[in-house]
């Protein structure tokens, strides 16, 4: 049986198509097609789009999908601030706020935050609440996917497997997404800049390491959310270093910020943050630029294995220290086309992030408007309008 939702998917792509297109790639009677639209159009996902061509007498009506009807807030809660916009179902931003907030202050007064502000976007862009279809929330540390819970954050005292939709949704009573900031910005990077790429990497380079891993066009998780997750593979160069995670060698506890900060301390500057190692090296410090530039060759190393293994055609590096220009680049790109498989890397390209800082609150909205539009979700909502 053709469902609702088959119809809708042919129209998901924006593009108008007559009641006979519909009706000739689902391969379904007319009248079956017309009872499918009614359908959408009651939803409000689908409206009316000019006229179609005529082939004689009057001209057959046009149906694309309608991005205005429902809106989505998507979040993008990093270590020390927090950024939520609204945007349409194409992925369109209407709105947008940012705040200072610290998300070791705990979940209560972080998702407080989120409430209010989605509160705001909705009056700003004087849309009733009835208008809101679903909230992503991307958050600084391992998440269960399917129960949006934290587990066991290192950097959010209090939030560990605190039930996160479920704060949210006793203000907006709505679907609630929540997964960690890597597999956001990687999602960010995907739908906004590479549309048309299925096999994508993001690795952010910030405090910590981690990676966003999109293959097949889907975002892999893996079993327990924690797809993705070098920080803590190990590297030549990491042997006798002690790990944060209690391991030793791990990639993160050579080539993070704070072991970039540490060893330039060691060398006489003045440096305390991952920001004050980007200035270092984007002022042309020697001993900084050499640094970074072996942090990179750290990160190809484990770069290199994961090429060989998933073999993606775009690796984005994103992150704080991705901000020092291109010397972080330089270094992965050296190790990684010297120790991947030449296959592997015939085609592979390695950039630095496109969307920047706004990667994460992009990703979030993403991943609520893919939840909304997906097969499930409209099947439920058109069993519901009958
Ligand atoms: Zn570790």
Redesign the pocket.
């Given at each position: 049986m053709v469902r609702t939702s088959d119809v809708f998917d042919l129209l998901r792509d924006g593009r108008p198509r007559t009641r006979a297109q519909l009706a000739e790639a689902t391969g379904l009677a007319r009248s079956t097609i017309a009872a499918r639209v009614d359908v959408l159009m009651k939803l409000g996902l689908v409206a009316p789009y000019g006229d179609g061509r005529s082939t004689g007498g009057r001209p057959p009506s046009l149906f694309a999908l309608n991005p205005a009807s429902r809106v989505v807030v998507g979040v993008d809660v990093g270590a020390t601030h927090a950024v939520a916009a609204m945007c349409d179902l194409s992925g369109a931003v209407l709105s947008e706020h940012r705040s200072d907030l610290d998300v070791a202050s705990g979940p209560e007064e972080v998702l407080g935050w989120v409430s209010a502000t989605v509160g705001q976007l909705l009056a700003e862009t004087r849309r009733p609440a009835a208008d809101l279809a679903a909230i992503g929330i991307g958050l600084p540390g391992p998440v269960e996917h399917s129960t949006g819970r934290p587990m066991n954050p290192p950097i959010m005292p209090g939030w560990d497997r605190f039930d996160v939709p479920g704060r949210v949704q006793r203000d907006y009573p709505v679907p609630v997404l929540i997964d960690n900031d890597v597999n956001i910005m990687a999602l960010g990077e995907q739908q906004t800049h590479f549309t048309d790429v299925d096999d994508l990497v993001l690795i952010k380079v910030a405090t910590g390491i981690g990676a966003g891993i999109i293959s097949g066009g889907s975002l892999q998780r893996g079993a327990q959310g924690t797809a993705g997750d070098l920080?803590?593979v190990r590297v030549l160069r990491g042997a006798g270093v002690l790990?944060?995670?209690g391991?030793e060698g791990?990639l993160?506890?050579v080539a993070a910020g704070p072991a970039l900060a540490a060893r330039l301390r060691e060398q006489g500057r003045d440096v305390q943050t991952t920001q004050d190692v980007v200035d270092l090296v984007r002022a042309g410090d020697l001993a900084a630029l050499h640094e970074i530039r072996q942090a990179g060759r750290d990160i190809g190393e484990v770069l290199a294995t994961m090429v060989n293994l998933i073999n993606p055609s775009v690796v984005v590096i994103g992150g704080r220290l991705a901000n020092s220009g291109e010397h972080l680049l330089a270094g992965i790109r050296e190790v990684v086309y010297l120790r991947s498989l030449p296959l592997a890397t015939q085609s592979l390209r390695v950039v630095s992030s496109r969307a920047g800082a706004e990667a994460g609150v992009l990703g979030a909205a993403s991943m609520a408007i893919t939840h909304v539009l997906s097969p499930e979700s409209i099947e439920a909502a058109s069993a519901a309008v009958g």
């Open positions: 920080g803590h790990c944060r995670c391991n791990c993160e506890a």
